[in-house]
């Protein structure tokens, strides 16, 4: 197997790479900055590759030979669309972590691109979005005429520096929601409801989440709302993002609120993993009235996120998934949650109208 990770220094490529030589593999480090990828390569004797994704040229010759990329350097916003490109020119399969939803769009505007080259585009092969699109994908098997789709998620223990920069960029777009087929634009917050995470119930509130452009490709259910847990109440959300999103529209505010975010976020360390988790909660309902809910429990978010890479690039190298854009229910069907380490999934609860 051939395969390279690209962002290999930044947090979470790191912890690819680290759970990729735990379980005997070699993959190839590569990123832009030349010194810690050589820090790293040397580390784990590892070989290393140095390019920008500035240069089209330089991404065809650094992937001379590999047959997966994984693409872990973010916000994806910016760097997918290069990468995937180079990827499609040179017939090399990838995967990256996003839970961008204009980054789904855009690998899903591919789809016919892919299968030409012969190759896959899976773009959310971490916790964004695997436990979400594989929970929703059971439950549509489950409730096969769903029209409405509800998901959220509670996350413990911390974000990365590259998660925490996607997040201040992503405030500049507020919220979205798929409503009878279509993405639309609604405002942060503009839904909230409890939810029983098995841990208790929490009051979670509406968020852009990937599941809006994967899940929708997974199941066909035409209407999707995504939540999560948030320390703040719904009206201080929809205020608070208000006033956000105007703000990052000026783009000097938008990249300082991105350095600084970066700057103050380190990443949640090896001890503050092992002791969280994240709680994830699905529930699907038809027009007669009927539900169907489940909930699992995963390791925390980038644990779950490095086991999945190295599983979802392994399977992508046997070839074993047909060519074209796939989420990760419909390249490895939706027990491949199951197959994660420490994942524990509910059993189906089905309601009927009274």
Partial sequence: ???????????????????????????????????P??????????????????????????????????????????????MIEVCLATRTSYLDITGEI???????????????????????????????????STLAAELTDASVLELAFLPRGGMSPGTARTSVEGAALGGRARINGELVSVPLGWR???????????DVVSIPWGDLSSAYRSTGIPTITTYAHVRVSR??????GALVRSLMRV????????????????????????????????????????????????PNGYDLTADSVVRAAARLD??????????PATAFGPDFIRELHGVTISTVTRLSRT
């Fill in 251 to 298: 783009p000097r505010l938008r990249t300082l609120a991105g350095q600084l975010a970066t700057r103050r976020t380190t990443g949640p360390d090896a001890a503050t993993r092992s002791r969280t988790n994240y709680e994830v909660w699905g529930e699907a309902r038809n027009d007669a009235g009927e539900t169907v809910s489940a909930t699992l429990v995963c």
């Fill in 318 to 327: 046997a070839a074993a998934v047909p060519p074209g854009t796939h989420t």
């Fill in 235 to 240: 009206r201080a959300t929809r205020a608070g």
């Fill in 1 to 35: 197997m051939t395969w390279l990770i690209y962002g290999a220094n930044g947090y979470t490529g790191s912890l690819v790479a680290r759970l990729a030589v735990e379980r005997g593999e070699r993959p190839i480090l590569a990123g832009r900055r030349a010194e």
């Fill in 192 to 202: 909230s409801r409890a939810v029983p995470f098995p841990s208790g119930v929490r």
């Fill in 37 to 82: 990828v050589a820090a790293l390569a040397q580390e784990l004797r590892l070989e290393r590759r140095v390019f920008s994704l500035a240069s089209p040229v330089a991404m065809g010759e650094a992937l001379d030979g590999v047959t997966v990329v994984a693409h872990c350097a973010g916000p994806f916003s910016t760097t997918a669309r290069p």
């Fill in 102 to 136: 204009d980054v789904f769009e855009y690998a899903f505007a591919r789809d016919t691109a892919a299968r030409e080259a012969g190759v896959v585009l899976l773009p959310g092969a971490g916790f964004d979005v695997v436990p979400t699109d594989c929970l929703a």
